[in-house]
């Protein structure tokens, strides 16, 4: 839930403040983002799983989406489509963590409704 | 420590939100789009040459408008010449008899005087009574001088190639043997045409005098056909240089 409004909040803002960047940039804030939600699924099941760590989480945000612009840059560089490296590392995780965080929701549901 | 945990999470999504929002920006092309510093430089060089492409494309605008407005100019003075020359070529084929005029004038028919009874055809009143070429030289002259543009005699014109000459009972003008009576028409100033065919020691009235049968009428629209056949000079040739 908290994902949800976070992300309606920071898509409002972001049209709201009129925030842009050049075309060329578009691919690394593709991967990017796509480095940050794997990042905040990552989250949101370590939360799930009482094993959140702030500082691993924004360590992960930032860190994750760096070495993905990277990656994307260095790809550019040499004329390889490095950026795909990124798309499936982050792809397959953000499945995965999805798949975990439906196991632990379905959990704590069942849990909580046999407590009931 | 589980506000922190939220309030993180929260905190990457909402940074999560905006670079999607920023991405719609440019997937969408709503916002004005940013270059990058290269991408710049080629816009830049791209807008200056295009610039140039404008400003060579005016020029060449520029130029070949002052060459249509000379194009215009000189079709128009052009086809001035041109009409002014249609214009002069007309009157003049008017004044030669090979074009068909109108106008104002008067209208003379001279009738030979009936003979009396036993009158000879050699007596001098039949040959008074009788039209002569002479007579029509004379009236033909008489109305020249008193203003006539324009004269016809029997439908024939007279201009300046036309000859006028006794055959017999008939005149030849212009080739063709015409009988009497006959119509002298003429386009001109009426007053001054009718004050000659009425004063008194004009040919016309010394032509009454001797019995010809003379009428006179004033015409407000005479028309002339365009009978005179130009000639094509065999001797005459533009003197081109003076005291050849």
């Known amino acids: ?116 | 420590m589980i506000k922190i945990e939220k309030l993180t999470i929260l905190f990457g999504s909402i940074v999560l939100g905006i670079g999607i929002s920023i991405l719609f920006h440019i997937t969408t092309g709503e916002k004005n789009i940013i270059l990058a510093q290269s991408e710049y430089k080629d816009a830049t060089e791209y807008k200056q040459k295009l610039l140039r492409e404008i400003d060579t494309l005016n020029r060449e605008k520029e130029a070949q408008a002052e060459k249509l407005a000379l194009y215009k100019k000189t079709i128009i003075s052009s086809s001035d010449v041109t009409s002014n020359f249609q214009e002069e070529l007309k009157q003049n084929r008017m004044l030669l008899g090979a074009e068909s005029v109108k106008g104002p004038g008067i209208t003379l028919v001279f009738t030979d005087g009936e003979q009396n009874v036993g009158e000879s055809a050699d007596s001098i009143d039949s040959w008074l009574k009788t039209i002569h070429n002479d007579d029509m030289l004379k009236v033909i002259n008489g109305l020249k001088l008193n203003g006539a543009e324009m004269l016809e005699i029997n439908g024939e014109r007279i201009s300046s190639t036309t000859e006028i000459y006794c055959s017999w009972a008939f005149i030849t003008i212009n080739g063709k043997k015409l009988p009497a009576p006959f119509e002298i028409k003429a386009i001109g100033d009426q007053n001054s045409l009718l004050a000659y065919a009425n004063s008194e020691f004009g040919q016309v009235k010394i032509m009454a005098n001797r019995g010809i049968k003379v009428s006179i009428k004033k015409a407000a629209h005479l028309i002339f056909g365009d009978s005179i056949d130009l000639i094509a000079p065999e001797y005459l040739s533009e003197q081109l240089e003076t005291g050849e």
């Open chain 1, 1 to 116: 839930m908290i994902v949800v409004i976070g992300l309606l909040i920071g898509i409002i803002l972001g049209l709201a403040m009129d925030f842009n960047i050049p075309d060329a940039y578009s691919t690394y804030l593709t991967v990017a983002i796509l480095a940050c939600l794997d990042s905040v699924f990552g989250a949101l099941k370590a939360y799930l799983g009482n094993t959140f760590d702030s500082i691993v989480f924004i360590s992960g945000f930032f860190g994750n989406a760096l070495i993905a612009v990277m990656l994307t840059f260095l790809g550019d560089k040499l004329g390889i489509p490095m950026y795909l490296a990124a798309v499936i590392v982050f792809g397959g995780r953000l499945f995965n963590n999805f798949a975990v965080i439906r196991r632990l929701v379905i959990e704590r549901y069942f849990r909580r409704k046999k407590n009931d």
